[in-house]
């Protein structure tokens, strides 16, 4: 999922940039970070079913578990026994919470990396990939939460009487909103905003490093 993603952004945004080197407009990074993310959840969909499952496994009753004995048994198991279709199990949700997040992550990353560049108080380095890293943690939690829910619950979700927990992912967002509240949308901001952030910090901080020694090594050739 994210070699896709981040291989794909990359690669958009410098052919979308000027031929000086100036960034597209922000617009433009939001559809490079939609299509990127598109592309990557498709590519991540079974690994992702197959994580929500074994995660939420222990949850179950005995009778009800799965038992699955690592990744690539949930892999095999889910299409032997539910079809392959099962794989991309949630695909719709997963592709939109990855829309959401990436045109959240990776445009206001790009964004506040050139605004801070800008300001005239920072150079391109990692202080400045730090500064640009977290605003783009704070903006893709407050994004990415309510879609992240209809996911995991779409993916996690069990058949009961013959029907399915919920229709759609509007009906998952309905029904949350309806019997917990708006705000529950966003329970959980904190520590999830605690996890994201770090994550969203390393994951620049290196891109921008690699990319660096990339292009030193084999574009300055």
């Known amino acids: 999922y994210t070699t896709t993603r981040l291989g794909i952004y990359s690669v958009l945004l410098e052919r979308l940039g000027g031929a000086d080197g100036t960034p597209p407009p922000f617009l433009a990074k939001a559809a490079i970070g939609m299509t990127a993310g598109a592309a990557g959840a498709f590519v991540g ?121 919920y229709r759609n992912g509007l009906d998952v967002l309905v029904k949350v909103v309806r019997y917990e509240g708006f705000f529950s949308l966003w329970k959980g901001f904190t520590p999830y905003y605690a996890r994201l952030g770090p994550h969203t910090v390393l994951t620049f901080i290196f891109l921008e490093q690699m990319n660096k020694w990339y292009k030193r090594l084999f574009l300055s050739a």
């Open 45 to 165: 969909t079974p690994a992702e079913v197959a994580l929500i499952r074994m995660t939420a496994d222990g949850r179950l009753p005995p009778a009800e578990r799965r038992g699955y004995r690592n990744v690539f048994d949930a892999l095999l198991r889910m299409a032997r026994e539910e079809g392959v279709a099962t794989l991309w199990r949630g695909c719709i949700p997963t592709m939109a919470r990855a829309v959401v997040v990436n045109a959240a992550q990776l445009a206001s990353y790009s964004q506040s990396k050139q605004f801070l560049l800008d300001s005239g108080y920072f150079r391109d380095d990692i202080l400045c990939h730090f500064c640009a890293s977290m605003i783009s943690g704070l903006v893709t939690t407050a994004a990415s939460m309510p879609v992240d829910i209809v996911k995991t619950r779409i993916q996690n979700m069990r058949t009961i009487d013959g029907k399915p927990e």
